[in-house]
């Protein structure tokens, strides 16, 4: 059995009073790849900004995420930085805001190995110039000297690919990692991302609303909507027999190549994901779901790797 990487027991992020993760737990195991799934405003990015320690003023987290057993929410600020970027390290959604734009490439990529691994700078603008290579990126050599706004969005993404990965991170997270990336780009960034995990033999929580994504690159997934867990479990399991209706819901609502009826519309999930604070008291998909009842205004148990009082078959 794989050995467990990171573990997420009742974690909780609130906005002063306002709850906005509501206590979800999940493993993430040695050499696995896991989707974390859910619409747009379902808590996702908040999940990997608390388990990094990188949540905006204003938001706290409580509960127990353990690395290696250590509760990362209980580390100092110091100690935390010790772990990130080098034992855990996160690719972000939108690099051209995420990369600072008054820093050469070849000096962000090499940060980190000053940081963690002691390098001085010629070694490290050296280990730089070969992480970039290893993500692919052309010209290389030159890159080192440019600046975020003199490469392309998909460039900017292999850049910071390589300094997430320069440390051969123990995790991996990748949150929305080809979003507004055209779908060949897109395509090539999530080779690199799998040919990365499997090299180092790293852990990959990629985040994503892209089901297909997930299909091809995760081998389990997580399934969030409100701040709640609703499903998880091996990901053509849940995909191919989905028992949380909000589940089924995202499965219904990908487009089919092979349709026979080419006017057909396209199925959407009715209504929109509320607004934070908005959400209905007990299960959070209940005003959305055909299958609710009075027994939804009580949050279902998350069990047996469901939480959902009406379960499909």
Same mark, same amino acid.
């Given at each position: ?14 906005v002063g009073a306002l709850e906005v993760i509501h206590g979800i737990s999940f493993v993430l195991l040695a050499r696995r790849r ?123 993404? *292999?850049?910071?690919?390589?300094? $997430? ?6 995790? +991996?997270?990748? %949150?929305? &990692?080809?979003?507004? #990336? ?60 989905? *028992?949380?209706?909000?589940?089924? $819901? ?6 089919? +190549?092979?349709? %026979?009826? &080419?006017?057909?519309? #396209? ?5 929109s994901v509320p607004s934070l604070g908005e959400f209905p008291p007990g299960c959070p998909f209940r005003n959305r779901c055909p ?23």
């Open positions: 059995m794989s050995e467990t990487v990171l573990e997420v027991r009742d974690l909780r992020v609130a896991t989707g974390l799934i859910g619409e747009s405003g379902s808590g996702k990015t908040l999940t990997a900004l608390a388990i990094m320690g990188l949540l905006p003023d204003g938001l706290g987290a409580t509960g127990d995420v353990r690395y290696r057993g250590q509760d990362l929410l209980e580390q100092r600020e110091r100690d935390l930085c010790r772990i990130r970027g080098d034992r855990i390290a996160m690719v972000f959604q939108e690099p051209m805001t995420a990369l600072n734009p008054v820093m050469k490439i070849g000096d962000q990529v090499a940060e980190p190995l000053r940081l963690h691994r002691g390098l001085n700078r010629k070694q490290a603008q050296a280990a730089a110039r070969e992480a970039l290579e290893r993500v692919h990126l052309p010209q290389a050599e030159e890159r080192l000297n440019a600046y975020p706004h003199q490469l392309s969005g998909g460039q900017r993404q *292999r850049a910071m690919i390589a300094m $997430a990965t320069a440390c051969s991170p123990e995790l +991996l997270i990748a %949150d929305e &990692p080809t979003t507004a #990336l055209d779908v060949t780009v897109q395509a090539q960034i999530l080779q690199l991302l799998m040919e990365l995990v499997e090299d180092e033999g790293s852990s990959l929580l990629l985040i994503t609303h892209d089901l297909p994504v997930v299909a091809n690159v995760c081998q389990q997934v997580l399934v969030l909507y409100g701040g709640h867990i609703v499903e998880s479990g091996e990901t053509m399991t849940v995909f191919n027999q989905p *028992r949380h209706p909000y589940t089924r $819901a995202l499965v219904d609502a990908i487009p089919a +190549l092979d349709e %026979d009826v &080419p006017d057909r519309k #396209l199925r959407t999930i009715p209504g299958r609710a009842d009075e027994a939804c205004a009580v949050m279902p148990p998350f069990e047996d790797n469901l939480a959902c009082w009406h379960p499909l078959a």
